[in-house]
């Protein structure tokens, strides 16, 4: 008997043993995980959650370096001035979810205890005579404790509100949509005369052309700068497309379009010129740049040497 139960309790360990062992592994589970957590954090936008500004650093360059609104930049960051930024200053390039504001229901306040309706007439006893005939009148016409605690609503006048208008914006304007939202044109017309090079730190492209002649929105967007802020490009439009593409027209001599204006693909934006251009040449140099960092604008329109 003794022996019986003694082979049962090994049979019980062991089975123990073979159940403990067909438990899912946990690195299958870690892999899931990091698969799912790559796909919430793209890896082709490389862009520093932060920048710490360096000498001879603007907001201007730092917003078109990483491909975004310079007063967005500095109204995430909480600088008045985008003018001044001091060396060392950490900027956020991203902004974290606001907490959404939680509008209270108007609603009147009502008072402990207190009634806005009137109660049964006080019952006070006098000796009857025409002087407590008057004091029993004066009582009854006294207003309750509770009327005289009720709060007072102020009567608010009110003011017919001004007529809005619909916001006027051309037709294909700034989208939030991926590479394939976009249909590039050429931003003017004329000769190549330098190519995008990564390897010499050429940025875009350089197309000759003639004083005064037009420059176009390559693409659909909302215009981010305007302005000679930025050293090496003169006189410069910053045109943002959507959440991936900003494109850059410089060294115009006049700018048509404001900062925070919608324009249309083919729309004219600016004429060319030589501001803070090599050797004086008109010309335009034109750069796409992909969250930020310059691509090829071959890669999205027909350009030529010739």
């Keep these: 008997m003794k022996r019986t139960l003694v082979w049962l309790v090994v049979a019980a360990l062991l089975a123990g043993c073979a159940s403990s062992g067909q ?19 793209p890896v082709s936008d490389s862009r520093p959650k932060v920048y710490v500004v360096q000498k001879g650093d603007t907001l201007f360059g730092i917003a078109f370096n990483y491909g975004l609104d310079y007063r967005e930049l500095a109204e995430m960051n909480g600088i008045q001035d985008p003018n001044l930024i001091q060396v060392g200053q950490q ?31 006080r019952v006070v006893k006098y000796a009857y005579s025409e002087a407590a005939v008057a004091q029993a009148e004066a009582v009854q016409n006294q207003p309750d404790s509770a009327e005289r605690s009720a709060p007072v609503i102020a009567k608010v006048e009110s003011r017919p509100l001004p007529e809005s208008r619909p916001e006027t914006k051309p037709e294909s304007v700034v989208s ?17 005369v330098g190519g995008f090079s990564e390897a010499d730190n050429r940025k875009g492209v350089d197309i000759a052309g003639k004083l005064g002649q037009s420059i176009f929105a390559s693409a659909p967007g909302k215009v981010v700068y305007s302005g000679s802020g930025l050293r090496g490009y003169g006189k410069l439009l910053i045109i943002k497309h959507n959440k991936t593409y900003i494109s850059a027209y410089a060294h115009n001599d006049q700018l048509l379009v404001k900062e925070g204006e919608s324009v249309a693909r083919g729309q004219k934006i600016a004429e060319m010129g030589n501001s803070d251009s090599e050797n004086g040449q008109v010309k335009l140099h034109f750069e796409v740049r992909r969250f930020g960092k310059p691509v090829d604008p071959a890669s999205y329109l027909s350009l030529g040497k010739s």
């Design 176 to 192: 939030d949509g991926g590479d394939d939202a976009l249909e590039w044109g050429m931003p003017t017309q004329g000769k190549v």
């Design 23 to 41: 438990r899912a592994p946990i690195v299958e589970r870690s892999a899931a995980a990091g698969k799912n957590a790559a796909q919430v954090f």
């Design 91 to 121: 900027i956020n390039l991203f902004s974290t979810p606001a907490r959404k504001a939680v509008v209270a229901e108007s609603r009147p306040v009502q008072v402990k205890g207190a009634s806005l309706v009137k109660e049964q007439p």
